[in-house]
C-alpha cells in the first residue's frame, strides 16, 4: 500500500479537504517566509532611519537620507506627510477644512494617515496566518470523520468486520486531523511572533511621530 492509497480510496470531500489544507498551507507559509523578511529589514532599517533623521540639519535632508536607509517604506511616509504641511509651499494652498486647523492639528491629521498605512502594511498578512491558524484543526476534523464515515460505510456492505479491516481506513482517515494540526501550527506560532515584532515597530513609529509633531508644531520650517 503506497502512501497515495488514502488519496484514491477517499471521495470528492476528502479530496477536496485536501487540498484546501494544502492550498491553506501554501498561503500560510508564503506570508511566514514573506513578513520574516519584513520584520527582519524593518526591525533594522527603524532604528537606523530615525537615527539618520535627527542628525539631519533639514526635512530635505533628512528625507534624501531616508531614501536609502528606508528600505521598506516605514519611516519616509511619515516624513514626507510631515513636510508637505510644514513646508513654506503649503500656505499657498486654497483654503479647505483640511487646511482651516492650526498647524499643529494638520501635521497630527497627515502623520495619523501616514502612520495608519505604514501599519497596514505591517499587519498585511496577520488575518490570513490568524484565520489558517484557528480554521485548520476542524477542516482536518472534517476531513477524519467523513473518511471514517466513509470507510465504515464501505465495510458495512462489505459483510464480516475485523479489526484488522476497520483500523486501516480508519487510520487512513485519521491523517487528516494530523494533516490539519501540521498546517495550523505553524500558522499560530507565526502569527504571535510576528505579533511581538509589530507591536515593537508600532511603538518606535508612534513614538517618532509624535515626537515629529512636537518638532514641526514648534518650529515648521525645520
Known amino acids: 500500500m503506497d502512501a497515495l492509497h488514502w488519496w484514491r480510496q477517499g471521495d470528492v470531500v476528502t479530496q477536496g479537504t485536501a487540498l484546501l489544507l494544502l492550498a491553506m498551507s501554501v498561503a500560510s507559509w508564503v506570508?511566514?517566509?514573506?513578513?520574516?523578511?519584513?520584520?527582519?529589514?524593518?526591525?533594522a532599517d527603524v532604528?537606523?532611519?530615525?537615527?539618520a533623521f535627527w542628525q539631519a540639519p533639514s526635512l530635505d535632508v533628512a528625507a534624501q537620507r531616508l531614501q536609502s536607509f528606508d528600505r521598506e517604506a516605514l519611516v519616509l511616509p511619515l516624513v514626507v506627510a510631515a513636510n508637505s504641511?510644514?513646508?513654506?509651499?503649503?500656505?499657498g494652498v486654497p483654503a479647505t477644512l483640511a487646511t482651516s486647523g492650526s498647524l499643529s492639528q494638520q501635521i497630527t491629521r497627515v502623520l495619523r494617515d501616514a502612520l495608519h498605512g505604514v501599519l497596514g502594511r505591517l499587519q498585511w498578512g496577520q488575518v490570513l496566518l490568524a484565520t489558517v491558524g484557528s480554521t485548520a484543526p476542524f477542516v482536518g476534523l472534517l476531513g477524519t470523520v467523513w473518511g471514517i464515515?466513509?470507510?465504515?460505510?464501505?465495510m458495512a456492505g462489505a459483510g464480516q468486520i475485523t479489526i484488522d479491516r476497520v483500523a486501516g481506513p480508519v487510520g487512513e482517515a485519521l491523517v487528516m486531523t494530523a494533516a490539519g494540526l501540521a498546517v495550523a501550527i505553524p500558522a499560530v506560532l507565526a502569527y504571535n511572533v510576528f505579533g511581538r515584532f509589530i507591536g515593537r515597530i508600532e511603538a518606535d513609529l508612534e513614538g517618532f511621530a509624535r515626537d515629529l509633531r512636537e518638532l514641526l508644531a514648534q518650529h515648521p520650517e525645520s
Not at 506570508?31 to 526591525?43: C, G, S
Not at 464515515?149 to 464501505?154: C, D, G, I, N, P
Open 31 to 43: 506570508v511566514i517566509f514573506w513578513k520574516a523578511r519584513l520584520m527582519h529589514r524593518a526591525t
Open 47 to 51: 532604528a537606523r532611519c530615525t537615527a
Open 85 to 91: 504641511i510644514a513646508s513654506p509651499a503649503h500656505t
Open 149 to 154: 464515515y466513509h470507510a465504515l460505510s464501505a
